[in-house]
């Protein structure tokens, strides 16, 4: 047979010459053009569905929020397996599709699902679904380390600086930060104040919340030129906070420092992170979409450097932008 077969080949160098040629053509152009990722994504098409309830037991969130969504996903079409968890606060809802269906094709209709599930929901309570994403995307993790910085300031720059700068590089579907301080302002109340001046927690929210704000006017027009009018009520520090009034006594305002402490600090944690078996730094990780992994990979380690050299290099603006009221 292998006789046969050379034999052929002398007899017919032209068609062997264009057979050899068509092949290597064929190679280099699959080699140039066929996309390739370091590691297949072989996962199923899933949408995830993330649910904030603060401050309720797992039990309620099983009940309340976990239990309506799975039930409203069982309907979705193209979804063959729904699987809901509950956590202390949190839900999520994974809702996995047939294989070949398109991740924004799945996502649109989870979305409309959603919208008619939400009135089951309690008041308050809103769903969102996670980033375009999959298991395998998880392709950049870097942390912010300074020698003079301390973590709330490094968890600033990552949050005002680097995350901004990452989100927008291609390929890129969320960048999930973690670690250090995030700065906010804490109300710590005196109960004994309260009750003798009758101020009540929901009335002393209520007032806070409206006391931070702009409000609109009308324009005026002087000398043939026209002034816009409005409210300027946005809380910009402590001192701010602490001279919103809560109510009257006798004609005399009621303040809240009369009835509570107001203080800049960090928020409450439920873990840390750690480099090296040390808790010194905050940390982020980039998940990719449907870019190229290779291409997500450089442009993502390329804009972390520069942006953060040009943080480090002015702290104190991102600081100011962190500790400003939303």
């Given at each position: 047979?292998?006789?046969?077969?050379?034999n052929?080949?002398?007899?017919?160098?032209?068609?062997?010459?264009?057979g050899t040629?068509?092949?290597?053509?064929?190679?280099?152009y699959?080699?140039?053009h066929l996309p390739l990722?370091?590691?297949?994504?072989?996962?199923?098409?899933?949408?995830?569905?993330?649910?904030?309830?603060?401050?309720?037991?797992?039990?309620?969130?099983?009940?309340?929020?976990?239990?309506?969504?799975t039930t409203?996903m069982?309907?979705?079409?193209?979804?063959?397996?729904?699987?809901g968890?509950?956590f202390?606060?949190?839900?999520?809802?994974?809702v996995?599709?047939?294989?070949?269906?398109?991740?924004y094709?799945?996502?649109?209709?989870?979305l409309?699902?959603?919208n008619?599930?939400?009135?089951?929901?309690p008041?308050?309570?809103s769903?969102?679904?996670?980033p375009?994403?999959?298991?395998?995307?998880w392709?950049?993790?870097?942390a912010?380390?300074?020698?003079?910085?301390?973590?709330?300031?490094?968890?600033?720059?990552?949050?005002?600086n680097?995350?901004?700068?990452?989100?927008?590089?291609?390929g890129?579907a969320?960048?999930?930060s973690v670690?250090?301080?995030?700065?906010?302002?804490?109300?710590?109340?005196?109960p004994?104040?309260?009750?003798?001046?009758g101020?009540?927690?929901q009335?002393?929210?209520?007032?806070?919340r409206?006391?931070?704000a702009d409000?609109?006017?009308?324009?005026?027009?002087l000398?043939?030129f026209?002034?816009v009018?409005r409210?300027?009520?946005?809380?910009?520090s402590?001192?701010?906070?602490?001279?919103?009034?809560?109510?009257?006594?006798?004609?005399?305002p009621?303040l809240?420092r009369?009835?509570a402490?107001?203080?800049?600090?960090?928020?409450e944690?439920?873990?840390?992170?750690?480099l090296?078996?040390e808790?010194?730094?905050?940390?982020?990780s980039?998940?990719?979409g449907s870019?190229?992994?290779?291409?997500?990979?450089?442009?993502?380690?390329?804009?972390?450097?520069?942006?953060s050299?040009?943080?480090?290099?002015?702290?104190s603006?991102?600081?100011?932008?962190?500790t400003?009221?939303?």
């Amino acid at each position: 047979m292998i006789a046969r077969v050379i034999n052929w080949s002398a007899r017919n160098l032209l068609l062997v010459l264009f057979g050899t040629g068509f092949a290597a053509a064929a190679g280099i152009y699959a080699l140039v053009h066929l996309p390739l990722d370091a590691i297949p994504d072989l996962s199923d098409t899933q949408v995830i569905v993330y649910t904030e309830y603060p401050g309720q037991a797992p039990q309620v969130i099983e009940d309340q929020v976990t239990y309506p969504l799975t039930t409203a996903m069982l309907t979705v079409p193209r979804s063959k397996v729904v699987r809901g968890f509950s956590f202390f606060g949190v839900s999520f809802v994974y809702v996995i599709f047939e294989d070949g269906t398109d991740i924004y094709w799945a996502r649109s209709r989870v979305l409309e699902f959603l919208n008619g599930a939400a009135s089951r929901l309690p008041a308050g309570v809103s769903p969102t679904i996670g980033p375009d994403a999959t298991g395998v995307g998880w392709v950049y993790q870097y942390a912010v380390v300074s020698k003079e910085l301390n973590l709330a300031d490094t968890r600033t720059i990552q949050d005002w600086n680097l995350k901004f700068a990452l989100a927008k590089a291609e390929g890129v579907a969320e960048v999930a930060s973690v670690g250090g301080f995030v700065k906010q302002y804490n109300v710590i109340l005196d109960p004994q104040r309260m009750r003798d001046l009758g101020i009540t927690m929901q009335k002393m929210r209520d007032a806070i919340r409206a006391s931070n704000a702009d409000v609109g006017g009308r324009t005026v027009e002087l000398s043939e030129f026209e002034y816009v009018i409005r409210g300027k009520g946005y809380l910009k520090s402590i001192n701010d906070l602490g001279n919103i009034v809560l109510k009257t006594n006798n004609g005399t305002p009621v303040l809240l420092r009369d009835v509570a402490r107001v203080e800049l600090g960090p928020d409450e944690r439920r873990g840390i992170t750690e480099l090296n078996g040390e808790e010194k730094l905050p940390a982020a990780s980039c998940c990719s979409g449907s870019g190229s992994m290779r291409s997500t990979l450089s442009i993502t380690s390329r804009n972390a450097s520069r942006r953060s050299r040009a943080a480090c290099r002015n702290p104190s603006r991102s600081s100011r932008s962190m500790t400003a009221p939303t």
